[in-house]
């Protein structure tokens, strides 16, 4: 399941992303938006984990959880 991470403070990296999810299991991708010009993150990103349950348990557990003094916001992200 893809979930849009929202919110993000402008210093985070994918990495940090990577592991704040994972704590909740397995993440096959993590992917931080970044503005092409400048090359620093626009404030959100996405995060797949192949197990539903997995995902649901982060969306629930992270969503208006405050990471580097932001409260981010996690849904699922529609299919493309």
Do not use: W, Y
């Amino acid at each position: 399941m893809k979930l849009l991470v929202r919110n993000l403070a402008r210093t985070i990296t994918e990495q940090e992303i990577r592991e704040l999810f994972s704590a909740h299991g397995t993440v096959t991708e993590c992917t931080l938006v970044l503005d092409k010009e400048t090359g620093t993150s626009k404030g959100f990103g996405f995060v797949e984990m192949p197990d539903p349950k997995e995902a649901k348990m982060a969306k629930a557990r992270l969503n208006d959880a405050r990471i580097s003094k932001n409260k981010i916001r996690v849904k699922f992200a529609p299919e493309s």
